[in-house]
Nanobody, 124 residues
């Protein structure tokens, strides 16, 4: 059974940093593409960052230069280092796994499994 469990969310002031983690189990982690998505109240879910099994990475324009995605195949964990946080980064952040396709898509419909989410709140 595939499980994705996020952690590391919290409340910070603008300019601060947070590191999100996602613990994965139940599938061949090294072969999957993984992604981080977020959804703010009243808005659609959007892709933030994604990484495929070959380490190719894709970022949303809004987070380029501030966020860093990484994948530890030995520990079956996915991380998102978020620096220079802005109030507009406030959202529920979700980890997702694509066990079927390739690449590092930011399209949520490419992903098969989702975690329960972790809240990130950035105050001005």
């Amino acid at each position: 059974q595939v499980q994705l469990v996020e952690s590391g969310g919290g409340s910070v002031q603008a300019g601060g940093s947070l590191r999100l983690s996602c613990a994965a189990s139940g599938y061949t982690y090294s072969r999957a593409s993984m992604g981080w998505f977020r959804q703010a109240p009243g808005k659609e879910r959007e892709g933030v960052a994604a990484i495929d099994s070959d380490g190719r990475i894709n970022y949303a324009d809004s987070v380029k230069g501030r966020f860093t995605i990484s994948k530890d195949n030995a520990k079956n964990t996915l991380s998102l280092q978020m620096n220079s946080l802005k109030p507009e980064d406030t959202a529920m952040y979700y980890c997702a796994a694509d066990l079927v396709g390739g690449g590092s898509p930011l399209n949520e419909y490419e992903y098969n499994y989702w975690g329960q989410g972790t809240q990130v709140t950035v105050s001005s």
